[in-house]
């Protein structure tokens, strides 16, 4: 028997709300019931906030899966219970996905998963064909409205077991931002340069000549980023207690603000850094 579910909202970018991965997430929750926008989402997951690069300037830098995994931490600080199936369609697992992915459409529940279109974009699983023959998916910035076929297999799949959120939103940005230094101190996080570690690696090496185009459009994703963290802080920081609020608001609105279509890549990398440095004395 074939199973898709209908009336999810459309997986739609805008200008600054790019991220493929929140706005499947923005999709999901929404269509559960919850009132929970991109922004909020991008900065309760401290996505907004985060600085990941890896060594060989990979454009996975920018998903919420590398490094300090935003994906995850959202879930968590909303109070969900998920389960994370990752693996090839030929490994040992991949009928144990196949039968949970089926088992969530049934609860009624889509399923956010990435590569199901031959693409690095997150998407949602929201059905299943006659004896599980396909999965039926909705893309990201698909040209036409319903759920397509899935032409290819999602290696990581996000399965929600719980969805209840108890929490006021007063209470999730204030767990949220708990971590919100973690975010910006300089380290290795699960093999990605985290914070202005991988800006000042980007310098020392002179990858703005070597990589330019990555260069620029990760620190273009980051700039974009930041313009949700500066929204994100001037709607929700009052109410946390935050120390330094005006002037974390004022250091990621200068991020924001970053000239990516003029400035030469060296700038912009020596600019991030100064500014990130800055951001380390206010946490």
Same mark, same amino acid.
């Given at each position: @028997?074939?199973?898709?579910?209908?009336?999810?909202?459309?997986?739609?970018? +805008?200008?600054?709300?790019?991220?493929?991965?929140?706005?499947?997430?923005?999709?999901?929750?929404?269509?559960?019931?919850?009132?929970?926008?991109?922004?909020?989402?991008?900065?309760?997951?401290?996505?907004?906030?985060?600085?990941?690069?890896?060594?060989?300037? +990979?454009?996975?830098?920018?998903?919420?899966?590398?490094?300090?995994?935003? %994906?995850?931490?959202?879930?968590?600080?909303?109070?969900?219970?998920?389960?994370?199936?990752?693996?090839?369609?030929?490994?040992?697992?991949?009928?144990?996905?196949?039968? &949970? =992915?089926?088992?969530?459409?049934?609860?009624?529940?889509?399923?956010?998963?990435?590569?199901?279109?031959?693409?690095?974009?997150?998407?949602?699983?929201?059905?299943?064909?006659?004896?599980?023959?396909?999965?039926?998916?909705?893309?990201?910035?698909? *040209?036409?409205?319903?759920? &397509?076929?899935?032409? +290819?297999?999602?290696?990581?799949?996000?399965?929600?077991?719980?969805? %209840?959120?108890?929490?006021?939103?007063?209470?999730?940005?204030?767990?949220?931002?708990?971590?919100?230094?973690?975010?910006?101190?300089?380290?290795?996080?699960?093999?990605?340069?985290?914070?202005?570690?991988?800006? *000042?690696? =980007?310098?020392?090496?002179?990858?703005?000549?070597?990589? *330019?185009?990555?260069?620029?459009?990760?620190?273009?994703? =980051?700039?974009?980023?930041?313009?949700?963290?500066?929204?994100?802080?001037?709607?929700?920081?009052?109410?946390?207690?935050?120390?330094?609020?005006?002037?974390?608001?004022?250091?990621?609105?200068?991020?924001?603000?970053?000239? @990516?279509?003029?400035?030469?890549?060296?700038?912009?990398?020596?600019?991030?850094?100064?500014?990130?440095?800055?951001?380390?004395?206010?946490?």
């Amino acid at each position: @028997m074939e199973r898709i579910l209908f009336n999810i909202p459309e997986i739609a970018p +805008s200008e600054f709300c790019k991220n493929s991965y929140f706005l499947s997430f923005e999709s999901l929750i929404k269509y559960i019931g919850y009132d929970l926008n991109y922004e909020f989402l991008l900065g309760t997951s401290l996505h907004a906030f985060r600085t990941n690069i890896y060594p060989d300037l +990979s454009l996975s830098s920018m998903d919420s899966f590398t490094g300090f995994n935003t %994906a995850e931490y959202l879930l968590n600080v909303l109070g969900m219970k998920w389960e994370t199936r990752m693996g090839a369609e030929d490994e040992e697992g991949a009928p144990l996905t196949v039968m &949970k =992915i089926v088992d969530s459409i049934n609860r009624g529940l889509p399923v956010i998963a990435i590569h199901l279109d031959y693409t690095e974009n997150w998407g949602l699983i929201t059905g299943y064909g006659e004896n599980v023959s396909n999965f039926y998916g909705l893309f990201f910035n698909q *040209e036409t409205k319903g759920s &397509k076929i899935v032409t +290819s297999w999602p290696f990581i799949a996000v399965i929600l077991n719980e969805t %209840a959120v108890e929490k006021t939103k007063k209470e999730i940005v204030s767990k949220a931002l708990e971590n919100l230094g973690y975010v910006s101190t300089p380290g290795m996080v699960n093999g990605y340069y985290n914070g202005k570690l991988g800006i *000042e690696y =980007i310098i020392e090496n002179k990858l703005y000549d070597k990589e *330019e185009s990555r260069v620029r459009t990760i620190f273009k994703d =980051i700039r974009d980023n930041r313009k949700v963290a500066v929204s994100y802080l001037e709607k929700y920081g009052n109410e946390t207690g935050i120390s330094h609020l005006s002037d974390l608001i004022k250091l990621y609105k200068e991020e924001a603000g970053i000239d @990516m279509e003029n400035e030469k890549t060296e700038e912009i990398c020596r600019k991030f850094l100064k500014i990130e440095e800055k951001l380390l004395d206010k946490m």
